[in-house]
């Protein structure tokens, strides 16, 4: 699920890079006021452990086997802010020392995985927990790999990566198998971790409003679904395969590319000027 | 394992080595945009890419076997889809599915092996990336191979002891999670055996000299007349 780059045009990975800057300077600075000074290794400690569990494989079936994925596991365990911290610090390591996704590809598989798989993973969680324990653990795994999955998909789609009929809806088979997977795999593991110790596993802040989870796993599977419509219609990947394939739009790409990145850093920079106020405030 | 590869290369004292690590990201930022926005009927172009990397290569004193055999990590997942495309009857940009996806991951590689990772967090930090974000990346990387060792060692004593079962990895993945937690307080407490107050102080960089801006002006020029020229 990790696109390497060469596979989505200027304008996709120059919007997503745009929306996942500012989104992860966001997420970062809420991950800093919630955490105490004794967590900070802890994040880190916890995205190595991420990178090791999907080393270790659970026998589905005969002879075939799946591995964690880890989104929901860690949304539920660190809290969503800084999962998705953790996440796009992991998928930035990748990029760069694994050659796992694409360095200019990072702003949309943070925002696949890291932001929207996070939350997709977290929200069913926040819901359900107080009744249905398993079952809203089940759903975070199953939904936060689908959501993934499915972004990654639309955006390929639209950047004109071709995928007739058929195909699409046996990739969207494999990964709804994938997703009931990770599904079972993280109920197992946060069902051992806590068996272990339960402190491990802490309920979601009562303070967050649960009518806002609600509306908000509404509007990002709405998003979801969207975005694979939207890439499937035939008209939109002509429209947007036009402005990034036509040789005679070359510059205008280009300048799309570099005003994307300009972009980026003047948001980085604002994030950064942001928190560094209210650091010393 | 593979980290020590990157990790000894990236201490190395060729000029590429010594060069300012903002600048070498800046261009590898610049390279990645020209490379992208080149579109699949130009060979000529992506012929000039492998050049200008295999320069710098070259100029890093850089295995280029050893380069090339990591960054053909992105094939198998590239050559799903040029399969396909090539299948829908557009050959060229099967290819340059192929070239990009390839270019990409070698110039990415080039860095890494060039600067160590804390070159490389400290140029993100100087541009005002999140300091939260730089401090989690770094404590990823310090304990990635220490806690992939353990499950990998956990992995074999299961295996040694028998068939394996969805039950037992989820028995391995609860232990390994433990042993992270426990860790990770272990970690925190000798941080404050050194005198960790809560507040972490950037990494130093060196002055951006001269040479560094030449060189970030040379890829710049480089990639500007492969993207007209070609």
Redesign the interface.
């Known amino acids: 699920m ?1 696109i ?4 989505l045009n ?1 304008p996709v ?1 120059a919007t997503l890079d745009v929306v996942s800057a500012p989104a ?2 966001w997420v ?2 809420r ?2 006021r919630d ?1 105490q ?2 967590r ?10 991420v ?3 999907q ?6 079936g005969p002879g075939t086997s799946g591995h ?1 994925v880890g989104g929901a596991l860690l949304a539920i365990v660190l809290g969503p802010a800084a999962a998705a ?2 996440m ?3 998928l ?2 990748q ?6 996704g ?3 590809a990072l702003g949309a598989n943070v925002f696949n995985m890291g932001l929207a798989g996070v939350a997709a993973g977290y929200l069913p969680y926040r819901l359900w927990h107080a009744e249905r324990r398993t079952v809203a653990i089940f759903a975070a795994g199953a939904l936060s790999l689908m959501t993934s999955a499915c972004l990654a998909l639309g955006q ?1 789609l639209i950047s004109g ?4 009929g058929g ?1 699409l809806w046996a990739s969207l088979a494999l990964f709804l198998v994938n997703a009931l997977m990770e599904g ?2 993280t109920v ?2 946060v ?3 806590e ?3 339960p402190e ?1 596993v802490p309920g979601p802040r009562p303070a967050s409003s649960r009518t806002l989870a609600g509306v908000a796993l509404a509007a990002l599977l709405l998003v979801v679904i969207g975005t694979l419509v939207a890439s499937a219609a035939p008209d939109g990947i002509e429209r947007l395969t036009a402005a990034g ?1 036509d ?1 005679a739009t ?1 510059p205008r ?2 300048i799309g ?2 005003m994307g ?1 300009a972009m980026i ?1 003047a948001l ?2 604002l ?3 942001l ?1 560094a106020r209210r650091r010393s405030a | 394992m593979h980290h020590l590869v990157i990790d000894r290369w990236s201490r190395g004292t060729s000029p590429l080595h010594q060069c300012d690590p903002r600048a070498k990201l800046a261009a590898l930022l610049v390279f990645l945009i020209a490379l992208s926005t080149t579109l699949p009927p130009a060979q000529g172009a992506f012929a000039a890419y492998a050049i200008l990397l295999l320069l710098a290569a070259k100029l890093a004193h850089l295995p280029l076997r050893g380069l090339a055999r990591r960054a053909a990590l992105v094939l198998p997942f590239t050559a799903t889809f040029a399969l396909l495309t090539w299948w829908s009857g557009d050959s060229l940009r099967a290819l340059a599915l192929i070239e990009k996806s390839f270019l990409s991951g070698l110039a990415a590689l080039l860095l890494v092996s060039t600067t160590p990772l804390t070159g490389w967090t400290a140029a993100l930090e100087s541009w005002h990336a999140p300091r939260m974000l730089i401090l989690v990346i770094q404590f990823v990387y310090r304990y990635l191979f220490v806690i992939a060792e353990q499950a990998q060692r956990m992995r074999w004593a299961a295996l040694c002891r028998g068939r394996g079962s969805f039950r037992l990895a989820a028995g391995l993945v609860g232990v390994l999670f433990a042993r992270s937690w426990q860790r990770a307080d272990g970690v925190y407490h000798s941080m404050l055996a050194r005198g960790f107050r809560g507040r972490f102080v950037p990494s130093p960089l060196a002055p951006f000299h001269a040479i560094d801006a030449l060189f970030l002006f040379a890829c710049l020029a480089g990639c500007l007349a492969i993207r007209i020229l070609l």
């Not at chain 1, 080393?55 to 589905?60: C, G, R």
């Not at chain 1, 990566?161 to 007739?164: A, E, F, H, I, K």
């Open positions: 990790h390497p780059d060469g596979f200027t990975w992860v300077a970062a600075r991950a800093q955490t000074d004794h900070i290794p802890l994040l880190g400690v916890m995205g190595a452990f990178f090791a569990a080393m270790i494989n659970f026998p589905v964690l911290l953790v796009t610090a992991i930035a390591l990029a760069l020392i694994f050659q796992d694409g360095v200019l390929l990566v071709p995928m007739r195909l079972a795999i197992a593991a069902s051992a971790i068996r272990l110790n491990w394939v040789s070359w790409s280009a590319g570099v990145i850093l980085c920079f994030g950064g000027k928190i």
